[in-house]
């Protein structure tokens, strides 16, 4: 097993170009997560998904877009980069009651 | 909405001491309570879970304890070692089972 993967590992842009972020994971779980992890702010929820084909927002949802079209992807989307996103980002995938993560993508906007 | 506290932000101590690491949470209706371990540019490794109706687990020289009803857990580390060195994160997990809420973190140093 795999686990929760996460494509790219590090990526810089430029403010306004676009990218999408992959998860993946082979545990069949339902749940799956995206987060951002920044400074002194913890982990903070952008969006997540309960199943294929639903997804939800989180605590930090604005600049960001999703899609769970398999099970097993769920992808993360800037349209228009801005500073704001430099970050780290982290998936998790849950079967329910506890949560896998992935190893993250550290995203820098300039 | 639930509140996830971690007190203190950073902690140092000398290789061989036992230390206590705390997470607080406002809202008592959790289902479970996960510790993680977070390396410098690393993803979250699971340490510990600990199911809302118990009081204890362990794994090694790690003890997580919880008392839903105060809303505290505590993660003891016995003889630390500088590989602890590390993040700690305490997650809570709701009662529908898909909602998680986390703490900050404790950055952990021990010195050789």
């Known amino acids: 097993n795999a686990g929760v993967t996460q494509t790219p590992k590090f990526r810089v842009l430029k403010t306004g170009q676009s990218m999408t972020l992959l998860c993946a994971q082979d545990?069949?779980?339902?749940?799956m997560y995206w987060y951002r992890q920044d400074p002194g702010m913890g982990l903070r929820l952008i969006h997540y998904?309960?199943?294929?084909?639903?997804?939800a927002k989180g605590e930090v949802p604005d600049g960001y877009n999703v899609s769970r079209l398999k099970k097993q992807n769920f992808l993360l989307g800037l349209e228009s980069a801005a500073p704001s996103q430099t970050s780290v980002y982290f998936c998790?995938?849950?079967?329910?009651?506890?949560?896998?993560f992935g190893p993250g993508t550290r995203l820098t906007v300039t | 909405k639930q509140e996830v506290t971690q007190i203190p932000a950073a902690l140092s101590v000398p290789e061989g001491e036992n230390l206590v690491l705390n997470c607080s949470f406002t809202?008592?209706?959790?289902?479970?309570l996960q510790w993680f371990r977070q390396d410098p540019g690393k993803g979250l490794t699971s340490l510990l879970l600990?199911?809302?109706?118990?009081r204890e687990q362990t794994s090694g020289r790690l003890n997580a304890s919880l008392d839903k009803s105060s809303g505290r857990s505590t993660l003891y580390i016995a003889a630390s070692q500088p590989g602890d060195s590390a993040t700690y994160l305490c997650a809570v997990c709701g009662s529908t089972g898909n909602q998680f809420y986390f703490g900050t973190g404790t950055s952990l140093t021990v010195i050789p």
């Open positions: 998904s309960v199943g294929e084909g639903t997804t």
């Open positions: 998790a995938s849950s079967p329910g009651f506890e949560q896998y």
């Open positions: 809202d008592s209706a959790i289902y479970n």
């Open positions: 600990i199911q809302s109706s118990q």
């Open positions: 545990m069949n779980h339902e749940y």
